[in-house]
Nanobody, 124 residues
């Protein structure tokens, strides 16, 4: 079983930046995918970005493409989400998640392990 802990959330101004981290409790198998999802109040959880653990293949939601950058530290079993040019509509709880497989998937029900989430608020 994989345990995930997110950190790095907080308050940012529009146009600002934040960097989220997701640390895994153990080794992430090479045939896994790690992803970031977000959930705003009253809305469904939505895909933001994901990365295949071994090859580092990446997928982004259109809403964050060009502003967010996902990366991983293979040695430290840690994933990151660099968020730039933040907008008020990026306000949400951000979750990291893990799925078995080698393809980036965008549906939450395709991921089996989840962190507790970290709040990101974008406001002036």
């Amino acid at each position: 079983q994989v345990q995930l802990v997110e950190s790095g959330g907080g308050l940012a101004q529009p146009g600002g930046s934040l960097r989220l981290s997701c640390a895994a409790s153990g080794r992430i198998p090479s045939n896994y995918v790690m992803g970031w999802f977000r959930q705003a109040p009253g809305k469904e959880r939505e895909f933001a970005a994901a990365i295949t653990w071994r090859r580092g293949r990446i997928g982004y939601a259109d809403s964050v493409k060009g502003r967010f950058t996902i990366s991983r530290d293979y040695v430290r079993d840690t994933m990151y989400l660099q968020m730039n040019s933040l907008k008020p509509e990026d306000t949400a709880v951000y979750y990291c998640a893990v799925r078995e497989g080698v393809l980036v998937k965008t549906r939450p029900d395709e991921y089996i392990y989840w962190g507790q989430g970290t709040q990101v608020t974008v406001s002036s």
